[in-house]
């Protein structure tokens, strides 16, 4: 069984809580949640299995420094996936967004995400629907699909426990 390596982007916390519950559900197939600011592209590349989270922020940011935060995150570490090669690597990614207070933008950040991974040769898994939330718009969609798990703690929090086991289950299978 592959290895499965955590990577978030946060200011604020809550997502950095998704990814501990996804490092505890998983166990010991997954290592110790690790913040994008203290990773390098060859520390994501030492996995063959990659679960990714980030908020979005106002109008669809990332997080990182001209977001106003106080720390590097996403924003600053995409470049840096320039000409990094994630051939053969499998990439699930995770969002946290607020579907109410910015219907025109959520979720954004997951589908900056799996832009920038599957540029890099990445197999992205994860896909799921957008039925059951309410938005305008959102660069995460792919069809009627988000590219990845789609969470609104401001909203619909008591769905997130469900959506995430079951996003789980599902992407578990791509590297079992």
Do not use: C
């Not at 832009?115 to 792919?142: C, N, P």
């Not at 798990?149 to 996003?167: T, V």
């Amino acid at each position: 069984m592959a290895k499965v390596g955590i990577f978030f982007g946060t200011d604020t916390g809550n997502t950095r809580k998704v990814a501990k519950t996804i490092a505890t559900k998983l166990g010991d197939a997954a290592d110790k949640p690790v913040n994008i600011n203290k990773a390098s592209v060859d520390d994501l590349l030492a996995y063959d299995v990659l679960i990714l989270g980030s908020p979005t922020y106002g109008e669809g940011e990332l997080p990182g420094m001209s977001a106003g935060h106080d720390n590097e995150s996403w924003e600053e570490f995409l470049p840096t996936l320039a000409g990094a090669d994630f051939t053969g690597k499998t990439v699930a990614i995770y969002g946290l967004g607020d579907q109410e207070g910015y219907p025109g933008h959520f979720v954004d950040a997951v589908g900056f995400l799996y832009d920038a991974f599957a540029d890099a040769g990445a197999t992205i898994v994860g896909m799921t629907s957008s039925e059951g939330y309410t938005f305008k718009k959102s660069k995460a969609l792919l069809g009627d699909q988000f590219v990845g798990l789609a969470l609104d703690e401001d909203n619909q929090k008591e769905l997130s426990e469900g959506r995430l086991s079951d996003w789980l289950a599902s992407i578990s299978a791509a590297w079992a």
